[in-house]
């Protein structure tokens, strides 16, 4: 069995591969405070709770976006699973070809996504990933990563509204009965999800300019479902596409 680990600045999303077959996933907060023998537990007991143990495990492959989290994270691993983990990075034997300036100062997690896309999707493709940011990455008919945008994320939109307007409280992340809010919660839910929409559907509009029209536009992260159901830009929903281009990834080098 594989482990797949992806620390976000938000979550934290595991997944247990029998095979090419996800078994479990789970997702716990980021936590910049917890030491590896906590994240050692925590893994360990998520194992437990799923009746595995760490014996069963042949391998363990994560990509980090937080610095300071993947030391300690690899440490645990090294402690409680006694397996040294394949950290990802621009490095790595992905198969995928980094167009841009700055290779080594991409997010793992993007690398990560661009490997499951070839597999399983194809090319030309644009991946939205609805995250703490939101990043938008483009993948040209050759399947060569050639850059992207970046965005803040719903949650970051939403909490800098409260936190910079003296009157507008905290909203749940939901659809609204109308785009014309007839309340103070209406209108902001309406600003935050209909406005953050267009704001995806114009960005796809550009992304398909360059890439042409097969271009095929994948959406994951967690609030990918939210902002799909209410768009037909979104052509496929994959919740757990980096897990997946973790599992490929380490199938490449093991």
């Known amino acids: 069995m594989l482990l797949t680990i992806d620390i976000g600045n938000t ?6 591969y029998q095979g090419e077959i996800l078994k ?11 030491m590896p023998d906590e994240y050692g537990i925590m893994i360990l007991d998520l194992l437990d709770h799923s009746e595995v ?8 492959c994560m990509a980090s976006v937080v610095p300071p989290l993947t030391s300690r994270v690899i440490q645990a691993c090294k402690d409680y699973l006694h397996l040294d983990p394949l950290n990802v990075t621009a490095t790595t034997n992905t198969g995928v070809d980094i167009l841009i300036d700055e290779p080594k100062g991409l997010g793992a997690d993007r690398i990560v996504d661009v490997v499951a896309v070839k597999k399983y999707y194809g090319e030309p493709a644009c991946v939205v ?31 800098a ?19 014309i809010g007839k309340n103070t919660i209406h209108a902001m839910q309406s600003g935050l999800l209909f406005g953050y929409v267009s704001m995806v559907e114009g960005m ?27 768009t037909s830009v979104i052509q496929i929903t994959a919740p757990w596409l980096t897990l997946d281009g973790l599992r490929l990834i380490w199938e490449m080098n093991k």
Do not use: C
């Open 11 to 16: 979550n934290i999303t595991l997944g247990l």
């Open 129 to 159: 990933d609805f995250g703490t940011a939101t990043t938008f990455d483009a993948i040209d008919a050759n399947g060569a990563y050639i850059g992207g945008a970046i965005a803040p994320g719903i949650g970051i939109s939403a909490e």
């Open 161 to 179: 509204l409260v936190r910079f307007t003296a009157q507008l409280p905290r909203v749940d992340l939901q659809a609204p009965p109308s785009v």
């Open 204 to 230: 796809v509009i550009r992304f398909e300019e360059l890439l042409g029209p097969k271009m095929k536009v994948i959406a994951t992260g967690g609030l990918a479902e939210l902002v799909a159901k209410q």
């Open 53 to 60: 143990k760490s014996g069963d495990l042949e391998g363990i």
């Open 24 to 34: 479990k996933h789970w997702r716990m907060a980021t936590n910049h405070d917890r």
